[in-house]
């Protein structure tokens, strides 16, 4: 089953989120095959190993830089109807959420300190099943989203 994008997307800003969080993985990983290099020269053990260990680190940097990164946000859409609100994110597996608006209790805005630099917001949804999540909504837009979302849960609720 091919899923086609909906209306909206991510803001392309969320892309510096991604990139700097992964890089942070990155560079832990990097201290790491860095670490291990001093070991083994310190333990005389082949240097080898130290290669093959920044090499895949390397790898890493390339996968995700290169495939990871674009592919997500390509795949990253969402729409609000008036009865329903549906997410569509996942790379190899992807997934695809329908969430009726009789069934949202409430939404809540996050933002960390990477979204907060890129003026970008997380918007989660919660429903008695749990909550899904709008990775990255401009901050300017969000209160105006969460009250649109809000609204057209009360007409839902008055329809029942």
Request: positive net charge.
């Amino acid at each position: 089953m091919e899923l086609t994008n909906l209306e909206k997307k991510l803001p392309e800003k969320i892309k510096i989120v991604w990139r700097i969080s992964y890089g942070i993985t990155g560079l832990i990983l990097l201290l790491f095959a860095i670490g291990l290099a001093i070991t083994f020269a310190v333990t005389k053990v082949s240097l080898w190993f130290s290669t093959i260990g920044f090499a895949l680190v390397l790898v890493y940097f390339i996968f995700i830089y290169a495939f990871i990164i674009p592919f997500r946000w390509k795949r990253w859409s969402y729409q609000i109807r008036h009865d329903e609100i549906e997410i569509q994110h996942g790379i190899i597996f992807r997934s695809r959420v329908l969430i009726p608006m009789i069934r949202i209790q409430h939404i809540e805005t996050s933002q960390g300190p990477l979204l907060r630099r890129q003026n970008l917001v997380e918007l989660s949804i919660t429903t008695a099943a749990g909550a899904k999540v709008i990775e990255a909504v401009e901050a300017t837009e969000s209160d105006e989203l969460r009250e649109h979302i809000l609204e057209l849960v009360k007409v839902a609720k008055e329809d029942v």
